[in-house]
């Protein structure tokens, strides 16, 4: 008997198990590296419903050919910035890149009827303004005074100012988010001027949801934050084992996706070291990677930067560099993207971005906080951008295109970066917030962020039914 079978049984009857003559068979064919695994998922499994027998059952599913082969587990990368990140330098690259947003956007808004009325900004400034003109453009700066807003919105032809007196599209005026991309009526005012009449954002159509043809489980998460003091270890070694354990749903799991802050980083922010257990960046991949590594061969498993991980801080981010993770990208059911990236799964799209203007959102837009991050997602789905805000926090490079801008809709939106898990439906884009592996930090407690650490997001890509799944001491 091999050496590794016999320490595996050991242990189970050490925790006073017994194993049927028929297991023993099968114990022969299970992936050495996975049995010591295996065997203590189904010790601590059977030991709670007091069951002290492991046979052939219990241990069938861990064999890869017996995997049940129906479960469908297709991948199609649709979109990753990796290799199209150029960043032209200085005011040339930020020109080219609104240009583009602003054409991407244009193309979108042309499904609207409204967009055969639509009239370049230098036409209207130089007077030629019909009964029924729309413009539209970007949002460059915006004025809320007592009962009037005022908003100066560009396109490649010229700037306006334009007021806004209606109050409910006064409300719409008000929750607009700098830099985004708009559509405007507007007809001339008594005392000169121009009055916005309607205002149209480029949003996301009503849609019938993609859906996978068997019953195969995407898990989402986010923020592990490996090598911060407050990274929750022992919850996350519960969930990665959980992938492995008799857990019918769990059997059903093909994709793991992994949306950013993968690890904790060096000096992200000051005196980040009194919050740090490992204070080289490669220490932290390395730890990263023998936690990710117990995830089963059979499950594909996906991951994004975040502004924690190390490479390109600037949106969009290329993958983490391979110099600081060899492991993960030497795994062949692991892939390595950037942020952000598009992915069909069994044939849904789901659409992974880190989160990091979701900061900005929150912070300029009355109404929204860190309590309920679907929310914000929502605004920036109803932009068609993922990180319009340009100028406050994230960090945007002046790339040529425009690669934030959210061409296709997506089944399943998924971002992370608040650390709390959130879930939404719009218009038949489900909206995933899936929170993270670190517990409160005293920055988070400083600015009131109440964090929802150790929970898994489970969607089933067949029904897009989402529920979800805490790893946390306290359940269960
Ligand atoms: O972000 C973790 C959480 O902290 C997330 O909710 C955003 C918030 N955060 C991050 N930086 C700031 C600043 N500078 N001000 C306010 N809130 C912030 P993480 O990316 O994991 O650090
Ligand atoms: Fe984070
Ligand atoms: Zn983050």
Redesign the pocket.
């Known amino acids: 008997m091999r050496e590794e079978v016999s320490s595996a049984i050991s242990y189970a009857l050490s925790k006073g198990f017994q194993i049927h003559p028929d297991a023993f068979k099968i114990l022969e064919k299970i992936d050495v590296k996975e049995l010591q695994n295996v065997i203590k998922q189904i010790v601590r499994e059977k030991a709670k419903q007091n069951l002290f027998l492991i046979n052939q059952s219990d241990l069938k599913m861990f064999i890869e050919s017996d995997m049940d082969s129906t479960t469908e587990d297709n991948h199609v990368i649709l979109f990753d910035p990796t290799k199209k990140v150029t960043s032209a330098e200085g005011i040339d690259g930020f020109t080219a890149l609104f240009t583009d947003r602003y054409s991407k956007l244009m193309k979108i808004m042309t499904q609207r009827s409204q967009s055969k009325k639509l009239t370049s900004i230098s036409n209207i400034t130089n007077g030629k303004l019909g009964e029924e003109t729309y413009i539209a453009g970007l949002l460059m700066d915006r004025k809320i005074e007592r009962d009037v807003t005022k908003l100066t919105i560009d396109d490649p032809t010229g700037s306006i100012e334009v007021l806004v007196f209606n109050k409910e599209t006064q409300e719409t005026a008000n929750s607009l988010l700098m830099d985004q991309f708009l559509m405007a009526s507007i007809a001339s005012g008594k005392n000169g001027g121009f009055i916005v009449r309607e205002l149209l954002v480029p949003d996301i159509p009503d849609h019938i949801t993609n859906r996978s043809k068997t019953e195969t489980y995407a898990v989402l998460i986010s ?1 592990l ?1 490996v090598g911060s003091k407050y990274f929750l270890e022992k919850e996350f070694k519960e969930f990665v084992s959980w992938l492995s354990s008799p857990d019918p749903i769990a059997r059903k799991v093909r994709f793991v996706l992994v949306c950013g ?1 993968i690890v904790d980083g060096i000096g ?1 922010f000051p005196n980040q070291d009194k919050e740090l257990l490992l204070m080289d960046v490669n220490e932290q991949m390395a730890k990263a990677a023998e936690l990710l590594d117990k995830i089963p061969k059979h499950i594909k498993v996906f991951i994004i930067p ?3 991980d190390p490479g390109r801080r600037a949106l969009p981010q290329p993958a983490i560099p391979e110099k600081h993770n060899m492991h993960l990208w030497n795994r062949e059911n692991f892939f390595m993207l950037g942020n952000p990236s598009l992915l069909e799964l069994n044939g849904v799209r789901i659409l992974m971005f880190h989160g990091q203007s979701l ?1 900005d959102v929150v912070g300029t837009t009355p109404g929204l906080s ?1 309590a309920q991050p679907a929310r914000a997602m929502r605004a920036l789905l109803r932009t068609r951008h993922l990180s319009p805000i340009y100028g406050k ?1 994230t960090p945007i490079a002046p790339e040529l295109e425009d690669f934030m801008v959210i061409s296709d809709v997506p089944d399943i939106y998924h971002s992370g ?3 709390v898990v959130d879930l939404d439906m719009y218009k038949g884009t489900l909206i995933v917030n899936s929170g993270a592996w670190q517990s409160q930090t005293p ?2 407690a400083s ?1 009131g ?1 109440n964090p929802t650490p150790g929970i898994a997001v489970i969607v089933n890509l067949a029904t897009m039914k989402v529920f979800t799944r805490d790893f946390t001491e306290n359940s269960s």
């Open positions: 923020d934050h802050d992200i975040g502004n924690h900061d860190y926090r970066h608040i650390h920055f988070q600015v962020i």
